[in-house]
């Protein structure tokens, strides 16, 4: 079912495989401070499609560290865990569209399929792109595999789906420039993406376009490390015949190094913080909201 789209709606979109640190803390003051500004929604949304790495103690604590910040959103709490039928109904259209195709490679044999071609080329996270050793495949050693109990993942067929589409695309970017300006997408930075994972029912790029169809989002506000993300979300939104939300890619808070802080560098969290007294009046006004 899709909410109703007649007030902007943001959302802030964490995942629970760690806790919040302050960069995260920024991103969800400013989320709600756009919200407010502009009369509309504020969602919370964990995504939790990782079940490897994802852990309900952090989700807890997200909901926890949020109240004690101050920032509220509208009930209920999203979950990307509720949604699994839905990307699995966007992976067969994609599917039956014939812009998907799965692919049986391991992780290692795309590394050493990469590491065999001097300066093959990188996404923008820096992992080779898929030299498209399945993409052929034909219908008998598909069902062959299949039958042998190999898992295959999805694979979007970049080509295919350019040319399906048949034009470029872009999206609106509004900064501190609230006129907003046209960027244009890049979605051949990503290759022949992964769009369903083994392991997980779906992969982050069709979670995030599905529900922010879903819940009506109409203005997504995130860190610039998803900019080049968002080219590939607007293909797949236009595959999926899903509209486009306004983008605001904003910077990313940095540690004392000039490192960015991310939950795996063991950045500090809202909770050491809390742990060590501070409040979270000084938490807001140091990060600027108050
Ligand atoms: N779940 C992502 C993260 O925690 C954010 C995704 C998004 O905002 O689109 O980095």
């Known amino acids: 079912m899709t909410e109703s789209a007649s007030q902007p709606v943001f959302r802030f979109a964490p995942s629970p495989n ?17 919200a407010r500004e ?9 995504e939790d499609i990782d079940a490897g790495r994802c852990r309900r103690e952090y989700d ?3 909901r926890e ?14 979950r990307q865990s509720e949604h699994f039928d ?9 599917r039956d569209r014939g812009v998907a195709y799965p692919c049986f490679c391991s992780r290692a044999e795309v590394a050493r399929a990469a590491a065999a071609v001097p300066d093959a080329p990188r996404d923008p996270d820096g992992a080779p792109l ?19 109990g190999r898992e295959p993942a999805l694979r979007l067929d970049l080509a295919a789906a350019l040319a399906l589409i048949g034009r470029g695309l872009s999206w609106r970017e509004f900064g501190e420039d609230a006129a907003g300006r ?12 992964v ?22 989002v109409t203005d997504v506000a995130r860190g610039r490390d998803l900019f080049h993300a968002t080219g590939l979300h607007r293909l797949l939104q236009e595959l999926l015949g899903l509209p486009a939300p306004r983008y605001r890619h904003h910077a990313l808070l940095l540690d004392e190094a000039g490192a960015k802080l991310s939950k795996s560098a063991r950045s500090k969290s809202l909770r050491a913080l809390r742990a060590e007294g501070a409040g979270a009046a000084e938490v807001r006004a140091r990060l600027g909201f108050s």
């Open 18 to 34: 760690g806790y919040l640190h302050i960069g995260h803390a920024w991103s969800a003051l400013y989320n709600q401070r756009l």
């Open 38 to 46: 502009s009369g509309g929604r504020f969602l919370l949304r964990i």
């Open 60 to 62: 807890d604590a997200i």
């Open 65 to 78: 560290d949020l109240a004690w910040l101050g920032v509220t959103w509208e009930e209920p709490v999203r």
């Open 86 to 94: 839905d990307y699995a109904r966007a992976l067969r259209t994609l």
């Open 130 to 148: 898929y030299p498209g050793t399945c993409r052929g495949l034909d219908r008998s050693e598909i069902e062959r595999r299949l039958a042998s």
């Open 182 to 193: 046209v960027v244009a997408a890049e979605p051949g930075l990503w290759g022949d993406a």
């Open 195 to 216: 769009i369903g994972r083994r392991d997980t029912p779906a992969s982050y790029h069709i979670a995030v376009v599905v529900d922010d169809a879903l819940q009506g």
